[in-house]
């Protein structure tokens, strides 16, 4: 039958840390405002507790026995074990957290990145960032805003316009380079067009506006994901027709090209909805209001 030994109070568990850590029971008191007389006094009580010697008495200070130094590293986890979990349940009371969802194209092109400046912003405010394929409505405790993608028709929440799209063709700078002169857009998608689920009327809107009629033969790929069509495309030869907004870090890096000056002004756009029960946070707010700036919407 294991014997079960009685944990030794806190406070000496919490003393033994700090001398053990400095090496010195006048520093621990020191650290903790105890004398040096209490702390000794403890540590002798700590090792009767465990009937073990922990540390060796020197001129100057103390060293840890074999049997000391492998405690105060169990000793030390727990301790911070503690320090974490109450932290993290209790520590992070007055803080206030948002929960966003958003495309995966929207969040990893637009949202992510700058992300960083609503959190200098606001450094009281944690943000929980998630992502979704197409979404219609909230899902029971998912998120308490969301950025869609549609016609603004939604009626679960406030639905705040983000701006007017834009949609733009771009391709590789090296597939732009394989043809000499200056290509068409016939010339440029009858190898390969890339598609992105629910904007398949790009194409024939941006032919329409250059007067063209699309290639018959081309190869067609299809993705459901603006993230995912541009990533391909830097290293493909074919041209895709993406939102601005996507395309724009693309663009700047040089990874990507818009071979026409051309823009397709399109009916659905970028929202923001806030679910019903959180839209008087503050916190929704401030969010609201940032995302706002990004997409530069006036409050007018």
């Known amino acids: 039958m294991v014997m079960v030994m009685d944990l030794p109070p806190p406070t000496w568990l919490r003393t033994f840390e700090a001398a053990a850590r400095l090496g010195s029971f006048r520093a621990a008191a020191e650290e903790l405002g105890l004398t040096p007389a209490a702390v000794s006094q403890q540590m002798r009580l700590l090792e009767q507790h465990v009937k073990t010697l922990l540390f060796e008495r020197l001129p100057r200070g103390v060293a840890l026995t074999d049997t000391g130094k492998a405690y105060a590293q169990a000793v030390r986890k727990g301790l911070a074990d503690i320090q974490a979990a ?9 803080r206030a957290r948002i929960r966003v969802r958003a495309s995966i194209s929207c969040a990893a092109l637009v949202i ?8 200098e912003a606001h450094p009281n405010i944690d943000v929980e960032l998630s992502t979704f394929v197409w979404a219609d409505n909230f899902q029971l405790g998912d998120s308490d805003v969301d950025i869609r993608f549609g016609f603004g028709d939604w009626t679960d929440g406030r639905v705040t316009h983000l701006g007017h799209e834009f949609a733009i063709p771009v391709c590789s700078p090296h597939y732009l380079a394989s ?3 200056k ?34 033969n081309a190869r067609i790929t299809r993705f459901d994901s603006s993230l995912m069509a541009l990533q391909t495309l830097c290293n493909s030869r074919g041209l895709a027709v993406v939102l601005e907004s996507f395309a724009e870090s693309f663009l700047n890096l040089g990874l990507l090209i818009a071979p026409f000056d051309e823009k397709i002004a399109i ?26 700036s990004i997409y530069r919407v006036s409050n007018s």
Not at 86 to 94: C, D, E, I, P
Not at 190 to 198: L, P, V, Y
Not at 274 to 282: H, T, V
């Open 183 to 216: 290509p068409d857009l016939r010339e440029l998608a009858s190898e390969h067009m890339i598609s992105i689920q629910g904007s398949e009327s790009d194409w024939p809107l941006l032919f329409k506006q250059r007067g063209q009629t699309p290639p018959v």
């Open 112 to 119: 992510a990145p700058r992300l960083h400046e609503f959190l």
């Open 86 to 94: 109450t932290q993290g349940l209790f520590g992070r009371a007055k």
């Open 267 to 292: 009916r659905p756009a970028h929202f923001l909805i806030e679910r019903n029960d959180a839209q008087s946070r503050k916190e929704v707010e401030a969010f609201r209001e940032w995302v706002k």
């Open 179 to 181: 043809f000499s002169g």
